[in-house]
């Protein structure tokens, strides 16, 4: 890649590579298991740690050019936003937001889909239209574990009713990832539903396995806030006196806008939280380390990008299904246009940069902050992704000299106490490796 026609928002990385450790314990991995895929597990194995994270060990010690190409395709250590040309090409582009086609107020067409999807069941819906148009296979996205259903695995849809059983959000972790490989070696056209860094990981491995172009024909992400350790479904648990052993069901979200969190048992038992009840304290929310400096959880990396659209200032019990829908590319337009006209999708009206700036505050705040936070991590010495094309520093060129230097002192005093970091990954006691369950 020719770096020359890329605006950097932080510096290259050093020549040397990280060491997974490295990654891990300066709190740049999300989880996404990317690196286990590419190294295979003979080398590379996903954990659960005790802190509830998915989390990649090293089996042996891994030489320099497997780090290499680790560090290369890592979504905490490079982050790259979408093409400049994509970016100056667009009919609309924003310093926080970044490109957009369209941007749009709407929700599934299928009364199903949009009662039991998060917000208004769009991406399942627009998942569903890829499978039945023929424009791809199949699609990866995330779904409850059938063993485990308050833990996520990669899934693979090849029909509407599986991309249904997908639909939600899945706040805990999740290695949508760890098996890519052998997604890729299907060489069948596909799409991925997933979180942006999802998304960023399989762009950089692009850069390595030609198959990705090649195969992949649509990203689509939602808009994220952040995922959580499982710790966060652990303590509903423990608010209810239950183990997870006893789950038949542990849904976050969706059957109805945002819609109950909802566990079941298998004695027949069931139990609930109102969305406000799950997320009433912020400092339980246990984010991960790495999204608190995600440069891009805006999805400017999809085609599509999805996000919850809370009129009224934020979610009731029982809102009308409905998100707000970010059209990035070219071929995000024509997915969408041609789902619109199968009435996959239907649109209730257009929206706007300031609207939707309105709808998802935090994640202007988020985009304005990161520049300085990554600013403050490099000062203390610790490791920070190579990001390029995101317009960090315009983004932090909205707030005061004030509100930086309060952001980057505050990131720099975090990182110098350890506090922006993570132990080493350890599996939990009794806790084995990922990939038990046979995934199809
Ligand atoms: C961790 C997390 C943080 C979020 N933060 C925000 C936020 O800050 N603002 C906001 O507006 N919306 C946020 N959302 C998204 C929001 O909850 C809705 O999912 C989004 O609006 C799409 O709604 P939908 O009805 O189209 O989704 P659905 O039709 O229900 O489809 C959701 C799709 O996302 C996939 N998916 C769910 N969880 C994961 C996961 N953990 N990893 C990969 N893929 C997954 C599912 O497989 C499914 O295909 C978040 C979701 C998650 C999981
Ligand atoms: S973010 Fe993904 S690729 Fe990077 S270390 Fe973690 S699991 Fe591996
Ligand atoms: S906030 Fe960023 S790093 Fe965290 S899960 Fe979302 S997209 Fe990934």
């Known amino acids: 890649m020719d770096l020359s026609e890329t605006s950097q928002d932080t510096a290259p990385r050093a020549a040397e590579p990280l060491s997974l450790g490295e990654i891990v314990e300066s709190g740049l991995c999300i989880g996404c298991g990317l690196c286990r895929s590419i190294t295979g597990p003979a080398e590379v194995e996903m954990v659960m740690t005790p802190e509830g994270r998915e989390r990649p060990v090293a089996m042996q010690e891994l030489g320099r050019s497997t780090l290499m190409r680790i560090n290369a395709v890592c979504p905490g250590t490079r982050i790259a936003g979408p093409p400049p040309a994509q970016a100056s ?18 929700r599934a067409g299928d009364p199903a889909v949009r009662f039991v999807g998060s917000g208004g069941g769009v991406l399942t819906a627009l998942g569903q239209f890829l499978l039945s148009s023929g424009r791809v296979k199949f699609v990866l996205h995330v779904a409850a574990s059938r063993s485990q259903p308050m833990r996520n695995e990669r899934r693979l849809s090849f029909d509407a009713v599986s991309m249904l059983e997908g639909a939600g959000s899945r706040y805990g972790p999740a290695a949508t990832l760890v098996d890519f490989r052998v997604v890729l070696d299907r060489s069948e056209p ?36 952040g995922a959580s350790d499982l710790s966060k479904s652990e ?10 052993d006893e789950l038949t069901l542990f849904r976050y979200r969706g059957h109805g806008n945002p819609g109950l969190n909802r566990i079941e048992t298998r004695d027949g038992r069931a139990f609930e939280l109102t969305y406000r009840q799950l997320w009433e304290d912020e400092d339980k929310w246990m984010i991960q380390p790495r999204c608190k400096i995600c440069p891009d959880a805006i999805g400017q990396v999809a085609d599509i990008a999805v996000h919850d659209a809370w009129l009224n200032g934020g979610p009731a019990v029982e809102d009308e299904p409905l998100n707000s829908i970010i059209v990035r590319t070219r071929r995000g337009l024509e997915l969408f246009d041609a789902a619109v006209e199968a009435g996959a999708v239907e649109i209730k009206r257009e929206t706007s940069i300031a609207e939707i700036s309105e709808l998802q505050s935090h994640q202007v705040r988020k985009r304005r902050a990161v520049w300085a936070r990554l600013k403050g991590m490099a000062i203390a010495g610790r490791p920070v992704p190579f990001v390029t094309d995101l317009a960090l520093a315009d983004c932090a060129a909205q707030n005061s000299l004030a509100e930086n230097l309060a952001e980057g002192r505050g990131a720099r005093d975090r990182a110098r106490r350890g ?21 199809i």
């Open 89 to 106: 090409n667009a009919a609309l582009t924003d310093t926080v937001w970044g490109p957009a086609e369209r941007l749009v107020l709407g």
């Open 190 to 225: 596909f799409a991925l539903i997933a979180k942006p860094c999802d998304i960023t990981a399989v762009h950089n491995l692009a850069r390595l396995d030609p198959r990705v172009d090649q195969y992949m024909r649509y990203a689509l992400a939602f808009v994220c806030g």
């Open 235 to 244: 303590q509903v648990l423990q608010r209810f006196g239950l183990a997870e």
């Open 419 to 439: 506090r922006l970091g993570e132990p080493p990954a350890v599996p939990r006691e009794g806790g084995a490796i990922m990939l038990k369950d046979g995934l």
